[in-house]
């Protein structure tokens, strides 16, 4: 401070306006950081929240409000039961097929309501299998938010869901897909690309961007194209090994 006292007037002012510049260029960097990081150009267009929750308590009523529905219930465990387990079943025999989950893998299935697909992967070998979703149906199904699931971190080797359209938080639940996978952990999401889902949905996502861009410590692995109920595109990531900082 004292050096610029003593430098020539016509700094003073030069260094003022500079000292002004500076906190203001940090300030747009870090409101532009805020609006654009980490929800990208890419993922604005490309998933878009549904602006009909008001709370978050009302969007939990509002998806119970499904999860219990009796009738919905009473199909989901009869007619659709042996329907539901046999697509599954072989979804996931090609999962197997191609190495992606294993006999001895621990697997999660993320919003299973009555869990046909935790079934399905019994099924196919894969034992150490359970369901998550707000509603439980035991055995195959425990109570859990998939926004805060109720596991430690590196627990699953293995995590499927087609429930990302009732994402309210799409980071929170790949965020907790990502906290709880081991690493090298598969994820494998079936979503809707190409066609809109039930009026349940949280979200609509109309690329795979969005969620390569949200799985921001796994490797996408594929895309392509299923039949899965209502679900056009199997989506799959594999959980990165952490980078070593080194000092
Ligand atoms: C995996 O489990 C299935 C079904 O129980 C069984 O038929 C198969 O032999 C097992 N595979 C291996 C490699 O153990
Ligand atoms: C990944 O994204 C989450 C939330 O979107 C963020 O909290 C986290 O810091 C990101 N991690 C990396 C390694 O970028």
């Given at each position: 401070m004292k050096d610029v006292a003593n430098?020539?007037?016509?700094?003073i002012p030069r260094c003022f306006f500079l000292s002004l510049l500076l906190p203001l260029s940090f300030f747009i960097f870090l409101s532009l950081k805020s609006t654009?990081?980490?929800?990208?150009p890419a993922t604005t267009m490309d998933l878009k929240i549904r602006p009909?929750?008001?709370s978050y308590d009302n969007y939990i009523h509002h998806q119970l409000h499904k999860t219990t529905n009796p009738k919905l219930r009473q199909i989901w465990t009869t007619r659709d039961w042996d329907r539901k387990i046999r697509v599954f079943t072989h979804f996931f025999s090609d999962l197997k097929h191609k190495k992606l989950?294993?006999?001895?893998s621990k697997a999660l299935c993320v919003?299973?309501?009555?869990?046909q697909e935790v079934e399905a992967l019994k099924r196919v070998g894969v034992s150490d299998s359970i369901g998550l979703d707000l509603v439980p149906y035991p055995p195959l199904v425990i109570r859990g938010d998939f926004h805060h699931q109720p596991f430690d971190d590196e627990t699953f080797d293995f995590e499927f869901s087609?429930?990302?359209?009732?994402?309210?938080?799409p980071e929170k639940f790949v965020g907790e897909i990502q906290r709880t996978l081991k690493v090298d952990g598969v994820c494998v999401l079936h979503v809707a690309l190409y066609r809109r889902s039930d009026k349940y949905s949280a979200n609509d996502l109309y690329s795979t961007e969005p969620l390569i861009e949200l799985?921001?410590?796994?490797?996408?692995?594929y895309s392509r194209k299923v039949d899965g109920f209502g679900l056009d595109t199997e989506v799959v990531f594999r959980k990165r090994k952490p980078i070593i900082q080194r000092s």
């Open positions: 430098q020539p007037r016509s700094v654009n990081k980490p929800i990208s009909v929750y008001t989950i294993s006999n001895s919003g299973a309501r009555v869990g087609n429930v990302f359209d009732h994402a309210l938080y799985f921001n410590v796994s490797d996408f692995v």
